[in-house]
Each structure stands twice: as C-alpha cells, then as structure tokens.
C-alpha cells in the first residue's frame, strides 16, 4: 500500500508532513512526498493567501486525476479556515484541521470532519522523515502577533513552544547535512524561560549545519548573535520579516518596530557576521500604502542591502483587522511591485557579485540537467557542473542564472 503526504504553504507544513510520511513509514506503508499514484493521501492545506487557499482546492482535483479511487484526506490551515470546502468532494474522506496532526495516523480510515479545538500545549510528532539533504526541525508553533493582514495566529493557536531537550535531541541526531530550525513564529520560542540563544547553545555541536528560520526584528540580541557564533556550523543567514519601511504603514498593520529600529537590527548582524545574507519578507500595497510610505520602503531596502526580498501584494483576508480597509487599485499594487522587484534584483545581484572569487560550502540538494544544485551557508544559490554527495567547499566562478557557479576545492 502507497501513500503520499502532498504539502501546501510553509516550511511549518513541510515539516509536520515529513513527521507523516515517518509515522505511514513506521506503519507499513511506502510514501512519497510527490502527486504520483497511491491508495491514500494526506493534504496538507495553507491559508496565507487567497491564492495558497485557492490552490489547496484544486489540489483534490490534482489527486483525483492521479488516483481517481484513492482516499484522501485534507489537513492544515485552509481546511481549519473552511472545513466545507474540502467536504463533499469527490475522494475527500476526513477533513481535520492544523491541531492534533499526529493524530491523522490513528484516523486513517475514519470519515467526516473532525477539527480539533485550539492547544495549549506543543504537539509532538514523530521525527521527520527526511527526503533531501536538508531537514527542518520544528520548535515551535501557533502565534500571539495578529498582525492586521495576517489570518494565521486565527487558524494555529497561540504561541507554544517545543521542550529544548526534545527540540536539541533531533537536532543534533539529523543525519541531514542542514538543519533548518523553524516555527511559525521562531521568534518566540521560549521552553520556561529558555529561549532560542539557550537552544543554540544547546546545538552548538551538531553536526548538521545549523540555519535559523525567519525572524522578527526583536529577536536580534547580542545574546542571540553570541549564541550564533559559538555554534560549530552555523549558516551565517538571518530572515527578518520587514513588511514595510513606512512608520505609519507599520503601525497600522501591527507591527511593533520602527524602520529606524529595523536598521539598528541590521547593524547589529553586520557587526557579528560581516558577510551575512539578510533576507527579508515586504509587503507591497497594504491599504494604508501611500506613495511616500512605497518610497520610504524602497529606502529602507537600500539602506538593509538586503541579499533578497520576498515581496508580494497584499492580499485581503477575511477575518483580519485589515479586512475592514478599503483596498487600494489592482494597477496600483502591481506598479509597485514592480519597482519592488527590479530593487531586489539589484540588490541580489550586487551581494552574490562579492562572492566571486570566494570559497563557500555547498550543501547539495539535487542534480538537474548535468549540474549539482544547492545553497551555500549564506543562501546562495550554487551550481557545481556534475555530480556532488556530499557538503562540499567550492570556489565561486561567476555568477549564473539564479546563483554562482562554482568549482570544488575539496571534499569537506
């Protein structure tokens, strides 16, 4: 019997599916994280869009067309959202929601709809099974931020966080060559008063690499940059979620930092780890969005150098306070974006250029059309021609398509 854990939305999600596809493994089964032909599949649904919510729809469609007989079974946070939209269609047999995941290995032939209430307390799942030579391990969960766009703290709960000797323990035995600590809220991970500096810590000797997940800007403390720089391997990459570099457009989505506080935030991850990526997420046109406040944005990027900018429009999401805010014109967001994206792409640019030359480490993730592909401990994008195993140093040559090409130095 086959089955396949098909996931949607966020590294949280991936990692809860891979903690599935472990617990189908230990029970018999053989899995596939892909849309191949199985008996039974589990779907792992995001909400954080309108979009991600659409696609999670069509996603049955998808495994109907693969498995026209199969089983299907719908999680995650578009089937919290709207349970009926998921039942009633055709294959559809249990929709449950994003608490009580493990559970879905106990229910596996039950029928209806099932979502559990809110937790308060962290849900352990079995250890992932790990398909890539990256693995995310996940400490924490739910978020108490409700930023004025955001649906998710509605449809995760509150934030609660994992034991740190639970949390330090898969760490540290991943056979991965990189772990990715992550949460939906990484930022406030907090075991009794022990928080993300003291689970560093505790991982300083693992043998993965270890990278953080996305941060708030509060999060950057020297105690935190101390607890970084005393860990074995540690991907020297910070994601911190700006949003907006407008003071007012800021305060009207919630978030509690100033662009003046961001940057001093910045500053101080430049002055631990000089070379650092600094990644971060911005929101473009949320309806408070002035020309002025886009502006003030695009200033701020300059002034970050960020490495890169996940950035989109912003999309309405019913039940959040920003809902209740007139939109601004479709034309409008798309022009900014625009701009948006022609400044990440400068600015990606010019910080991968500083590495030609330089020695960096490879962590290979794939092999496509006779090139080894995978990220450097500074998120770039590298490519090895031929085959690599194994974490590899390399020397990057120039840059090329989304990244550098490089050549091996040595085996590590």
């Known amino acids: ?9 966020c590294k949280v999600n991936g990692c809860e599916s891979a903690s599935l596809l472990r617990g189908l493994e230990e029970r018999g089964w053989e899995v596939s994280d892909a849309l191949v032909p199985a008996d039974l ?3 792992n649904t995001c909400a954080v869009t309108a979009e991600a919510e659409k696609k999670s729809r069509q996603a049955v469609a998808r495994i109907r067309a693969v498995a026209p007989q ?3 079974l719908v999680c995650g946070c578009a089937a919290e959202r709207s349970p009926a939209q998921f039942w009633g269609k055709e294959g559809v047999r249990l929709v449950t929601g994003t608490m009580q995941k493990g559970r879905l290995l106990e229910c596996l032939e039950e029928e209806g709809v099932r979502v559990a209430p809110a937790e308060s307390a962290f849900e352990e799942l079995p250890s992932p099974r790990f398909l890539q030579t990256r693995a995310y391990v996940k400490v924490q969960d739910g978020c108490n931020n409700f930023c004025a766009y955001c649906i998710i703290p509605y449809l995760r709960g509150r934030s609660r966080s994992r034991a740190l000797e639970s949390a330090a323990a898969e760490i540290s035995a991943c056979p991965a060559e990189e772990v990715v600590i992550t949460g939906i809220d990484l930022s406030s ?7 993300l500096a003291d689970l560093l810590s ?7 690499r270890i990278r953080l997940g996305s941060l708030e800007a509060h999060a950057v403390t020297p105690r935190l940059l101390e607890a970084a720089a005393g860990v074995r391997d540690f991907a020297p990459h910070f994601h ?10 800021l305060r009207s989505m919630n978030r509690k930092y100033t662009g003046e506080e961001f940057l001093q935030k910045v500053g101080l991850v430049r002055a631990a780890f000089p070379q650092a990526a600094i990644t971060t997420d911005v929101i473009v046109g949320f309806p408070t969005e002035r020309e002025e406040d886009f502006e003030r944005t695009l200033a701020l990027c300059r002034q970050a150098r960020f490495s890169q900018i996940h950035c989109f429009a912003y999309s309405r999401r019913a039940g959040t306070a920003a809902a209740k805010l007139a939109d601004l014109a479709p034309q409008v967001k798309k022009e900014r974006l625009g701009r948006l994206l022609e400044l990440a792409a400068q600015l990606r640019g010019a910080y991968e250029a500083g590495f030609v030359g330089k020695t960096l480490e490879l962590v290979p993730e794939e092999e496509r059309g006779g090139f ?5 401990e500074n998120y770039i994008r590298l490519y090895v021609r031929g085959g690599v195993a194994k974490k590899t140093r390399v020397r990057a040559e120039e840059r090329y398509k989304d990244g550098l090409l490089c050549t091996p130095v040595e085996n590590l």
């Not at 911190?240 to 457009?249: H, K, P, R």
């Open 41 to 43: 599949y589990i779907l």
């Open 240 to 249: 911190l979620s700006l949003q907006s570099g407008s003071d007012a457009v």
């Open 1 to 9: 019997m086959k089955a396949v854990v098909f996931t949607l939305g």
């Open 202 to 208: 505790a991982v300083k000797d693992a043998p993965a």
């Open 189 to 195: 991970y907090n075991d009794g008063g022990r928080d």
């Open 372 to 376: 080894t592909e995978g990220y450097s």
């Open 70 to 72: 199969a089983r299907i």
